[in-house]
Nanobody
Framework: QVELLESGGGLVQAGGSLRLSCVLS????????MGWYRQAPGKQRESVAA???????DYADSVKGRFTISRDNTRNAVYLQMNSLKPEDTAVYYC???????????WGRGTQVTVSS
């Protein structure tokens, strides 16, 4: 059974920083993508950043230059360093793991990030 556990959300003022962490328990295929999505009230869930097992990263245009995704395969963990936060970054952030070989997605329960102006 695969589970994802996020931590690190909270309340921060605009311009501040937060670091999200996500640890995966269980097993997925070695061909995988781990990343972060977010969902603001009244909006659809959107991809924020992704880190493939091959080392390729991808970012939403809205966070490029401000957010950095990293992963530690020895800990089955993925991180999201968020700098220069803006009120529009306020959302619930979800960790996602995609098992490419099995075409399966796994989700964490989410962690709230609130940026005050």
């Amino acid at each position: 059974q695969v589970e994802l556990l996020e931590s690190g959300g909270g309340l921060v003022q605009a311009g501040g920083s937060l670091r999200l962490s996500c640890v995966l328990s269980g097993r997925i295929s070695s061909l995988n993508v781990m990343g972060w999505y977010r969902q603001a009230p009244g909006k659809q869930r959107e991809s924020v950043a992704a880190f493939g097992s091959g080392g390729i990263t991808d970012y939403a245009d809205s966070v490029k230059g401000r957010f950095t995704i990293s992963r530690d395969n020895t800990r089955n963990a993925v991180y999201l360093q968020m700098n220069s936060l803006k009120p529009e970054d306020t959302a619930v952030y979800y960790c996602n793991a995609r098992d490419v070989l099995r075409a399966l997605h796994y989700w964490g329960r989410g962690t709230q990030v609130t940026v005050s102006s």
